[in-house]
C-alpha cells in the first residue's frame, strides 16, 4: 500500500481517518516495502567552485553562519560563524526590528587538522530572548556586515503547536542540495539532525577541513535561520591515526556547539531541549553508553526530569538505529537496544529518529524487552508503550543509497523505502501530531508515508479517564 498525496497538504480530517484504516492495518502487522525507484543523480559531490558554496565577498567576511538552541527552554540562541583570515571584530547586533538595540561580543576558537588550519569559529549566546519573536541579527565585519533572522519559538507548553524536520547523513551531493530545498518547501520551524552531516573525512588530508568549510557553506541559507538540533554520526568521529590525529569528533565539536550544561550533561554530544510541546533528548551512538558510563548515568537522571504534563513530545535522537531491517549497518543498533530500550518504553517514548542507514524506514510500536540470557522471549512483539522507531538516514551524501533490504520484511516494520528525502513531525497539540515523510521526487514534493500520532502520554490517560479509571 503505498500512498501518495499531491503537493497540497490532505486535510487533517482526511489523515485521520487514513491513520485509522493504517492502524486497522497495523493489528495485522503488514509492513510495506515500497516499490518505488526515483531516477537519482549519481551520488557525487557538488563541485567546491559551485554557487551552493560560494564565499561571501570581501576581505574576512563571516561565513558558515549557523544557529541552534543555546538553553534548556529555548529562550536563547547560540550563532555561529567563520571568518577565514583574521579573528576580525568579535560584534554581533541583534533585536526585534533592523535598529539592532542589542549587541554581543563574541568568543572564538582556531584549531589545526593535519595540515589545515581552520579559520577562527566564532559562537555567540543570546540570552534572554522572548518567545514567539523574530530577532534580526547583524555580524559584522570590517568593509560590510552580514543580517540574518530567527524567530524564537513559543513558550514551553503542553499545546504548543510546533513543526519540526527530520533529517540525516546529508552530506554535500545534488541529492543533498535536493533534499535542503525540498524541506525548504515544508514550512518546518527547527531541523531535528540524526548525524553525519559533511562526509568530509571521505576526503584526504587538508581537504577534510576544506569539505568541513564548504558544508558549512552549503547548510547556512538554512541553519542561518532556524535552529538545528545536532546529533553526532560515525562519519564526525575522524579518528585518524595514520593523519596524527587522535582527538576523536575534532572538526565536529569546534564548529557545532550544543547546549549541554543546561541539561546537566558533561559532554556536547549527548544532551537535550525543551522547545514548544517537545522534550527532546540527543544520545551519542559512539560514545560509551553501557551502565555506569556518564551517558547511561546522565540518560537515567534526564528521563527523571521529564514532564509529560508540561512537554507531552517525548523525542530520542540517536545515530544508528535500534530498528532497521535494511541490509546496509545490519543490527549495529543492537548494543545501544540492549542498554536503552527498556527505558524507552518504560518512559513511553514517542518517537525514537536516527540516521546511519541510507534509507527510510518507520517501524510499529513493538519492544524486545523480555529476554535475558537465561530465558523469555526472544523476539519483537507488539507493545502499545513502546516508541516508534523511524530511520531518516537517506539525506542525499556520497555513498548513495542502501537499496537492500532483508526479506520477508520483519513484522517491526511498518513502512520501508530506498529513496532520498527527509521528515517532518507536525506537532498540533498535547494529543495529536502528524508525520509525514517527504521523498525527493523530482521537481515536487510528495508526502508518501503520512500518520497521525497519538501522545503515548495524553492519548492514553485521556482514554483511561474516559472510561472512568
Ligand atoms: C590560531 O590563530 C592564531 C592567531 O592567528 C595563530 O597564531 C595560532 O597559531 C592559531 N592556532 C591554531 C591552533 O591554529
Ligand atoms: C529472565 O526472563 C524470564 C522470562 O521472562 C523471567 O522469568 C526471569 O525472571 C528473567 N530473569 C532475570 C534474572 O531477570
Ligand atoms: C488536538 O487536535 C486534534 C486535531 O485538531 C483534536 O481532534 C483534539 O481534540 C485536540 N486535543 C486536545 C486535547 O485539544
Ligand atoms: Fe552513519
Known amino acids: 500500500m503505498l500512498v501518495t498525496f499531491r503537493r497540497k497538504r490532505p486535510c487533517f480530517h482526511f489523515l485521520l481517518l487514513f491513520s485509522t484504516i493504517l492502524s486497522s492495518f497495523s493489528s495485522g502487522h503488514a509492513g510495506v516495502t515500497s516499490a518505488y525507484i526515483r531516477s537519482e543523480w549519481p551520488s557525487v559531490d557538488i563541485p567546491l567552485d559551485n554557487e551552493v558554496f560560494a564565499v561571501p565577498e570581501g576581505h574576512n567576511i ?4 549557523h544557529i541552534t538552541q ?6 536563547s540562541v547560540i550563532i555561529s560563524w567563520v571568518t577565514p583570515d583574521e579573528p576580525g571584530p568579535r560584534k554581533l547586533q541583534y533585536g526585534k526590528s533592523k535598529d539592532y538595540k542589542l549587541s554581543a561580543d563574541s568568543t572564538v576558537t582556531n584549531y589545526t587538522f593535519y595540515k589545515y588550519n581552520s579559520g577562527y569559529i566564532h559562537y555567540c549566546l543570546l540570552n534572554a530572548l522572548e518567545y514567539s519573536t523574530k ?19 513559543p513558550r514551553i507548553h ?28 515544508t514550512g518546518a520551524q527547527t531541523v531535528l539532525f540524526v548525524g553525519d552531516l559533511s562526509y568530509a573525512d571521505q ?8 569539505r568541513w568549510d564548504s ?21 564526525e568521529i575522524e579518528y585518524m591515526p595514520d593523519l596524527g590525529e587522535l582527538t576523536t569528533f575534532k572538526n565536529y565539536l569546534h564548529r557545532y556547539p550544543t547546549p ?4 546537566k550533561s558533561s559532554s556536547p554530544l549527548w544532551y537535550s531541549v525543551r522547545r514548544a510541546s517537545a522534550h527532546i533528548i540527543v544520545l551519542s551512538s559512539y560514545s560509551p553508553f553501557v551502565k555506569y558510563t556518564p551517558q547511561w548515568m546522565w540518560l537515567r537522571e534526564e528521563l527523571q526530569r521529564v514532564n509529560r504534563e508540561i512537554t507531552p513530545w517525548l523525542i530520542v535522537l540517536m545515530h544508528a538505529p535500534i530498528y532497521s531491517s535494511n541490509v546496509g549497518h545490519y543490527m549495529e543498533g543492537e548494543s545501544m537496544r540492549s542498554v536503552f530500550e527498556s527505558w524507552f518504553v518504560q518512559y513511553r517514548v514517542d518517537f525514537v529518529f536516527s540516521g546511519h542507514v541510507h534509507a527510510y524506514e518507520r517501524s510499529y510500536r513493538m519492544s524486545n524487552i523480555h529476554y535475558n540470557v537465561t530465558s523469555g522471549d526472544r523476539y519483537p512483539v507488539p507493545n502499545k508503550a513502546a516508541p516508534v522507531y523511524i530511520t531518516v538516514g537517506d539525506g542525499g551524501n556520497r555513498e548513495g543509497l542502501a537499496a537492500k533490504f532483508w526479506d520477508p520484511q520483519p513484522d517491526y516494520s511498518a513502512f520501508r523505502e530506498a529513496s532520498y528525502g ?3 513531525l507536525e506537532v498540533h497539540n498535547r494529543t495529536h501530531a502528524i508525520y509525514r515523510w517527504n521523498r525527493n521526487d523530482d521537481g515536487k514534493s510528495i508526502p508518501t508515508d503520512s500518520v497521525v500520532f497519538h501522545n503515548q502520554y495524553w492519548a492514553s490517560n485521556l482514554r483511561r479517564r474516559r472510561r472512568g479509571g
Open 158 to 185: 503542553p499545546d504548543a503547536p510546533y513543526t519540526f524536520g527530520i533529517i540525516g547523513d546529508l552530506g554535500q551531493t545534488y541529492n543533498s542540495l535536493s533534499t535542503l530545498q525540498h524541506y525548504k518547501q
Open 260 to 263: 549541554h550544561a543546561a541539561s
Open 62 to 65: 563571516p561565513q558558515q553562519v
Open 135 to 153: 530577532y534580526y541579527y547583524k555580524i559584522e565585519a570590517r568593509d560590510s556586515s552580514r543580517e540574518f533572522w530567527f524567530q524564537t519559538p
Open 422 to 424: 527527509h521528515s517532518t
Open 203 to 210: 576526503y584526504k588530508y587538508n581537504n577534510i577541513g576544506v
Open 70 to 75: 543555546g538553553d534548556y527552554d529555548g529562550k
Open 215 to 235: 558544508w558549512g557553506r552549503f547548510i547556512e541559507p538554512i541553519a542561518a535561520y532556524q535552529p538545528w538540533i545536532w546529533t553526532a554520526g560515525n562519519h
